[in-house]
């Protein structure tokens, strides 16, 4: 995409297919091996479980997945982060993910089993971040920092 923005590169072509960074949506996408494809967000609302692209000030691009929507803003969480963000406004999300390749495999956010994934990951989010904050505990216990 050279130096053209994430916006510009939306505006002009609609949707673009990109490799993720980091490990925040694992283990749905793992970064060098998973691509996700996300489409230009328009002026329709983001929906509960909806992994959408959004930019932090002041260039700073996040994919994490909707777990709540609110009046004037969303909740987000990255599918392997323990930290809920709070104050997402539609003005920040650029674009919203359409569909991935997993392992090789292609798949589009209407997939059952993406649909179900996407369900237990955030009905469970509160277990699940219990446990990993728990892991994270017990490990520093073991290795002798606190």
């Avoid at 692209?53 to 392997?80: C, E, M, Q, T």
């Amino acid at each position: 995409m050279n130096s053209m923005r994430y916006e510009e590169y939306l505006e002009q072509n609609g949707s673009m297919t990109y490799s993720n960074v980091g490990v925040s949506m694992m283990p749905l996408l793992k970064q060098g091996r998973d691509l996700f494809t996300v489409k230009k967000k328009g002026k329709q609302r983001c929906k509960k479980y909806d992994v959408v692209l959004y930019r932090r000030p002041p260039s700073h691009y996040v994919l994490h997945r909707v777990i709540k929507v609110r009046a004037h803003d969303y909740v987000i969480l990255g599918d392997n982060c323990t930290v809920r963000e709070y104050g997402i406004t539609d003005r920040d999300i650029i674009g919203v993910m359409t569909g991935y390749v997993h392992n090789g495999r292609k798949r589009t956010t209407d997939f059952w089993g993406y649909r179900l994934y996407s369900f237990l990951w955030v009905n469970f989010s509160g277990l699940r971040i219990l446990l990993q904050k728990s892991k994270r505990r017990l490990g520093r216990i073991l290795h002798g920092r606190r």
